[in-house]
């Protein structure tokens, strides 16, 4: 559980990269998105919109530092600025507890006496780029060109030592352990209550500033251990965990989570998936594609959803890139699973040592398949807090702790809850609309 120095730290962004211009989407993919006309609204939701719109208006130059959040005041001192300002959102303010730490923003003055605006995001290639791409898309939207007001900076060093400066090690994980990631607070709320009806005990608690970790010991001797993390391991992020955990000696790694779909507009909210086949998916080209023993379809075969991809970026999962997913096969998508997949798989073939996978999913959205009316309006991840979104997210996650809990061996599957048919559902929201 112990964290490098925070002079340690600091020294890892000396090597600092600035992204070109030409390293990200061009502004035509926007209006070929999946999300179609919402998703302007789904990258309002991330930004600082007031402020950034202060900056692009004045002249005011706007730069994205890929460095953790938490310590991202003691950082841009480190390297010179002053009279920092942080900016308050309502999703930053929103942030409690040990969920994911938000990107952070500040007004700012370089050793120049420039002012600027400051993002600060979690240091993972991809996650910088997801978020570089959002501001992008802004900029294009309010007729600015990015590239004469904004500077990405990434930190390579950061990047590639992400689990040993975080303090991912043996205080959290222990030889034999079965991860769980993902959805684990839910879980958490379950194995409290077998630890009060005697299922189960709790053997230990930790946490450092970046993780959590629960560990449960079954009566069959088997450990169990919730490891639930204080940022967002967006993309790439998940496989260094990924790899990690496989070095710590993780006898099985469980990822459940949230997707996208590519079946159609009803299952989102309402169907479980456990793929087993995995692409990784870089725009419109596929890098890799394996195939892995996913546990939770030896327990349950009935949720085999077959191939799954993970991209670097929601700003292209454009009508294009779902075509190409949707000809190899692919049922969902999203940023990190098959990270985590091609990490096990690529530990289990150099390693005489070998991790189980499991990974069990539902879908939040639904990705159209081109930009024709369909007849319907159903959620996405810029619909996905409407109180009816979360209604149908609580019973989905419901049924999905019900198979985990069937997975670990704690109890047989419980009856589920029933849910509207979509149709009454979408007729609620254009009532609520």
């Known amino acids: 559980m112990k964290t490098v120095g925070f002079s340690e730290y ?3 962004h000396i090597n600092a990269r600035r992204a070109e211009d030409d390293q990200f989407i061009p502004p035509a993919w926007y209006k070929q998105h999946t999300m179609r006309d919402d998703l302007y609204a789904f990258v309002e939701q991330k930004l600082p919109t007031k402020e950034l719109e202060q900056a692009l208006f004045n002249g005011i130059p706007v730069e994205i530092h890929g460095t953790h959040p938490l310590y991202a005041t003691e950082i841009m001192l ?41 993002m600060a995001v979690t240091p993972g290639k991809d996650y910088v780029a997801h978020f570089a791409e959002l501001v992008r898309y802004f900029c ?46 839910e879980l958490e709320q379950e194995m409290h209550a077998a630890v009060a009806q005697g299922e189960v005990t709790l053997l230990s608690n930790a946490q450092n500033p970046f993780y959590g970790s629960k560990r449960y010991r079954t009566k069959t001797g088997e450990v169990i251990n919730l490891v639930s993390a204080h940022y967002s391991y967006w993309g790439n992020m998940a496989g ?26 009803d299952d989102v909210y309402s169907r479980v998936f456990a793929p087993v086949r995995f692409a990784a998916l870089d725009r419109e080209q596929i890098s890799t594609v394996v195939q892995v023993e996913n546990t939770l379809c030896n327990s ?11 991209v670097a970026t929601i700003m292209e999962e454009t009508f294009r890139q779902r075509e190409i997913a949707s000809t190899i096969g692919s049922t969902t998508i999203d940023m990190e699973t098959a990270h985590i997949a091609l990490a096990i798989d690529k530990w289990n073939k150099n390693s005489t040592t070998k991790v189980r996978f499991g990974s069990l999913h539902f879908a939040s959205d639904y990705l159209h398949p081109d930009d024709k009316p369909c007849g319907c309006k ?15 997210h609580s019973v989905v996650v419901s049924e999905m702790m019900q198979y985990m809990l069937g997975h670990i061996g704690l109890t047989t599957l419980k009856p589920l809850k029933t849910v509207p048919a979509l149709d009454h559902q979408l007729q609620l929201l254009a009532a609520a609309a």
């Open 300 to 310: 349950y075969p009935e949720l085999n959803s077959n191939m799954h991809v993970s």
């Open 78 to 118: 480190s390297v010179g600025y002053t009279d920092i300002e942080e900016i308050h959102t309502e999703r930053t303010d929103f942030y409690v507890g040990f969920s994911p730490l938000p990107p952070r923003f500040f007004w700012a003055t370089d050793k120049t006496g420039q002012r600027k605006l400051l």
């Open 240 to 265: 260094l965990i990924a790899e990690r955990l496989c070095e710590l000696g993780a006898s099985e790694i469980i990822y459940v989570s949230k997707v996208g779909t590519l079946t159609n507009a």
């Open 10 to 12: 600091v020294r890892l």
């Open 378 to 392: 159903t959620f996405n991840l810029a619909t996905d807090k409407t109180a009816l979104a979360m209604e149908k």
């Open 140 to 185: 294009h939207q309010h007729f600015y060109d990015p590239s004469k007001t904004l500077q990405i900076v990434r930190y390579p060093d950061v990047e590639t030592e992400l689990t040993n400066w975080s303090g991912l090690d043996h205080g959290f994980v222990t030889p034999g352990d079965r991860i769980i990631m993902g959805h684990v607070t």
